[in-house]
């Protein structure tokens, strides 16, 4: 069987203007969601504050369960329903971070049931995050996200045109800036920055034209996923940030494929202009690439719906990012590839070709 | 042909291996002659999986630092009265430093060697002359305070070791982490509010005398005369839950305490059914129990628990023997509680919760059905597909994949990893991704062939010009599981070994496995045509 026929030749690069307009208006209204929403973006891994998962034996709603928070100066929480339809678990988040002895999920519980009644609601999740420990995971996931940038900057670098000399030079002024940089006080946040904008500077000098376009697909596909999460009102834990990165590497993974392609075909030395040369690879990869994210999408979806509530955001960033990962390694990747050469002109390309 | 065989023959050893390691997990009840001779090992499953609490305490250790500070203080009162040297005060200052008037400066030589012999951890930081008085001030140092801080943590650790075996937790895993922190694990426990009140109580047992002179209420307002202090008793009406405090006034001056308790039980009140708990003393605790209550016959005694008085009983005789008892209105769990923290002994410093995290049992239930529902409709899908994509191919393909999942457990079985509900989640991302080897391969066989190319010769061309380009395609994931490896806590951890492990697996299964497949069917069986 076969969807998509050998022959096929869709002109993909002729519709870059296009995609690029489309990733620009995601790109921004991403940006507008996540400025808007604010620091509520973050969940209590990160904010601090506890959450409560409670099971009630009848079906009820937020507001009465509002209700019944009141004499324990709760009802300014934020609950909400939690899992699948006819559940009736409802999740209930607080900035309260209790470090003394409090006895906060028994409280609660007693104070509903004396609303509700004896043993209608079991505390099923706790999950408590103390301000000191908020920060130390915040650092964390900025620790991860940056490390790997990092890794994955100074492996594509080496990766498309294997010559070392670029590479160590791009490793070197790397790890030369952000310790520089680490030395001056700044932080991981503006760090994480400053390496992407190193990455893509060394790219430019270094004429690095297939490390800068994947580079660039993968910041276009974090910041569309993260933009998503702003505007599906979902918030970042520690799973999420994992999503994001294994996003990363989803996406450069499709990216290599393409331009593998790419490559092996402008080697194969036929007098073709260049943006032809990139869409026939794209057209050659078309059935995998739409192959592998039908497969992976199948999974994710089934671990979206069927998952259940814990997983369900964790779930959500990897279905956005495998969405996204595949349309930028067409869309994205590829078409920068084809705006360098523009702007470089066409001289090179008739060069490489001959050789 | 040879290499065919020991290709074959490799395969299937590790297929084999894993499936010894993987067996604990699956089978119910293993033979006594299995468990003797290989590995009995069932697949750890996260606290998220199975129910449990996390719970990251801070030890305040730099109040283990003030109390040794504040007993120093206490200790050198009594030194210096024994020496006959009159002093005008000693107090604690700051967190380790203690400050000394004496009235006469001649004195000074003779508190300077009983400080050396008596209080080698203090050193005298500055000396001043003020108005015909001398003013010392004592410090601990640095190296010591550190020492101390460093003792109070690992002392901590131990205690709520001791009382956590008490409380009867099954494989608890309890640890410090970094310079002042504990962290405990507690998997399956029932009532994770119990659990914690009884960590976390300092259980600092204390002896006062209550004060008869003065009136509470004065001192309630803000009137407390000097020596003394106010405590607290909490009574929790059981219908009501309401809690009832009352105060007492309180001697500053701790008698006696807990250090001595050799044991403590709970019995039955016989009169009025309530339970109370019973401590005993050591013989030094017994000799100092019996001069305290002979000195203050007639006079109250509080029992202090945390700063909550328990009870403050009138001392009708004086007590031999070693023997006393906390009455309170507890109810049986409490007082078993109360009686394992005071057996376990005291914490040296007071510790507060920095993270929780408790899942239900029913929860943890809930969500290994869910994860392996998603598994289940996810790995048929993928399945199915491949089938009805490649045909025979797509089978090949699928039994890589099945080898996979194996492959997976078992290595998280045999490394003693910890799966957890993403990580459940990295093994059906690992299932959609993994088969991504095999579509590249396929693609380029079905391009080799479309050029003409004999199966055998498409095979060859296929899966070298792909394997390279799968890879380093799976390196930048590796990347991203490697890091969160490292960064990762519980359960996003769990995500990234089923990860990585389900990356490495799948280069061996899809690109080694599937070839030695088709090489047997083309080689042995003489299969002209490929099913692609």
């Known amino acids: ?355 | 042909m040879k290499d065919l065989r020991w290709r074959a023959a490799l395969v299937l050893a590790v297929f084999v291996v894993a499936l010894v390691y993987l067996l604990p997990t699956l089978g119910e009840e293993l033979p006594e002659w299995w468990i003797k001779f290989f590995p009995d090992k069932k697949i750890n499953l996260g606290l998220d999986l199975q129910g449990g609490m996390h719970l990251v305490l801070e030890v305040e250790s730099d109040k283990a630092v003030e109390n040794t500070v504040e007993r120093f203080a206490q200790e050198m009162k009594g030194e210096m009265g024994t020496a006959h040297i009159r002093f005008r005060l000693i107090e604690r200052q700051g967190r380790d430093g203690v400050r000394l008037l004496l009235p006469k400066e001649q004195d000074w030589q003779q508190v300077a060697d009983l400080l050396k012999n008596k209080f080698p951890l203090l050193k005298v930081k500055d000396r001043t002359l003020v108005q015909d008085q001398v003013e010392v001030l004592l410090r601990i140092e640095e190296s010591q305070v550190s020492h101390i801080k460093k003792l109070a943590v690992d002392q901590g650790l131990e205690t709520i070791r001791n009382r956590i075996d008490q409380f009867g937790v099954s494989e608890p895993d309890i640890r410090t982490q970094g310079q002042n922190r504990i962290l405990i694990q507690l998997p399956g426990i029932k009532d994770p509010q119990r659990a914690i009140d009884l960590i976390g109580k300092t259980a600092l047992l204390e002896f006062k005398l209550v004060d008869e002179q003065h009136s509470v209420a004065e001192a309630e307002k803000g009137r407390v005369p000097a020596g003394d202090k106010i405590y607290y008793s909490r009574k929790v009406d059981p219908v009501t839950g309401q809690v009832r405090r009352s105060a007492y006034l309180l001697k500053d001056r701790t008698l006696m305490t807990g250090e001595y308790l050799t044991n403590a039980e709970v019995r039955i009140d016989s009169q009025y059914n309530r339970p109370y708990v019973a401590l005993s003393f050591d013989d030094r605790g017994g000799k100092l129990f019996e001069k305290i209550t002979g000195e203050n016959v007639k006079k109250r005694l509080a029992i202090v628990l945390d700063d909550n008085v328990y009870s403050a009983p009138v001392i009708r005789d004086r007590i031999s023997g070693g023997n006393a008892i906390i009455e309170g209105q507890f109810t049986m769990d409490e007082a078993k509680d109360l009686a394992v923290v005071l057996r376990a002994g005291s914490l040296p410093a007071p510790v507060q919760i920095l993270e929780e995290r408790t899942v239900g049992q029913s929860l943890g239930r809930d969500s290994i059905r869910k994860g392996l529902i998603s598994m289940a409709v996810g790995g048929v899908l993928v399945v199915i597909f491949m089938v009805v994509y490649y045909g025979g191919s797509g089978i090949i393909a699928d039994l890589a994949l099945i080898l996979n999942i194996v492959l997976i457990m078992a290595a998280l079985a045999g490394f003693g990893a910890t799966l957890t509900l993403p990580g459940i989640a990295g093994i059906i991302l690992t299932i959609g991704m993994a088969v991504d080897a095999n579509v590249l391969i396929f693609e380029r066989v079905r391009e080799e062939l479309r050029l003409g190319k004999t199966p055998r010769a498409a095979l060859d061309t296929g899966y070298s010009r792909a394997t390279w380009t799968i890879v380093d395609a799976n390196v930048t994931t590796l990347i991203a599981a490697v890091v969160l490896l490292q960064f990762g806590t519980g359960p996003v951890k769990g995500f990234a070994i089923t990860l990585s492990l389900g990356i490495a697996a799948s280069m061996f299964t899809a690109i080694f496995g599937t070839r030695l497949l088709f090489d047997y069917l083309l080689q042995k069986r003489r299969m002209k045509t490929l099913s692609i």
């Open chain 1, 1 to 355: 069987m076969e969807f998509i026929k050998p022959d096929i030749n869709i002109d993909f690069v002729g519709r870059r203007k296009f995609a690029f307009t489309l990733s620009l208006v995601l790109i921004l209204i991403g940006l507008a969601a996540l400025i808007w929403r604010g620091s509520s973006l973050y969940g209590i891994d990160f904010a601090g504050g506890t959450v409560i998962q409670l099971r009630f034996s009848s079906p009820t709603n937020a507001a009465k369960i509002k209700e019944g928070l009141k004499p324990i100066g709760l009802d300014r929480s934020a609950i909400q329903h939690f899992g699948g339809e006819g559940e009736n678990v409802f999740l209930i988040r607080t900035d309260v971070s209790r470090s003394k002895l409090a006895n906060l999920s028994k409280e609660l519980k007693d104070n509903l049931e004396r609303l509700y009644g004896e043993n209608t609601v079991t505390v099923e999740r706790v999950e408590m995050v103390g301000p000191k420990v908020g920060k130390d995971l915040r650092q964390k996931a900025l620790l991860a996200i940056y490390y790997a940038l990092l890794l994955i900057a100074i492996y594509i670098s080496w990766r498309f045109e294997q010559k070392l000399m670029p590479a160590a030079i791009m490793a070197g002024a790397l790890v030369l800036g952000v310790l520089g940089l680490r030395k001056v006080g700044m932080g991981i946040p503006m760090l994480i920055v400053a390496a992407l904008v190193i990455t893509m500077v060394c790219c430019w000098f270094l004429k690095l034209k297939y490390a800068l376009g994947a580079v660039t697909a993968l910041i276009h596909d974090v910041l569309i996923t993260v933009g998503a999460f702003a505007i599906a009102n979902k918030e970042f834990d520690l799973t999420v940030v994992a999503a994001l990165l294994t996003i990363i590497g989803y996406s450069l993974n499709d990216t290599i494929i393409v331009f593998d392609r790419i490559r092996e075909n402008l080697r194969k030395g036929k007098r073709r202009e260049f943006a032809e040369v990139v869409n026939a690879s794209i057209n050659q990869t078309l059935s995998r690439t739409i192959l592998t994210s039908g497969t992976t999408l199948a999974v994710v979806t089934a671990l979206f719906i069927l998952g259940g509530g814990v997983i369900h955001d964790f779930a959500f960033a990897l279905l956005v990012g495998v969405v996204v990962g595949t349309y930028s390694s067409i869309f994205v990747a590829s078409p920068i590839l084809i705006a360098w050469e523009a702007r470089l002109g066409s001289a090179r390309v008739r060069a490489t070709a001959k050789s």
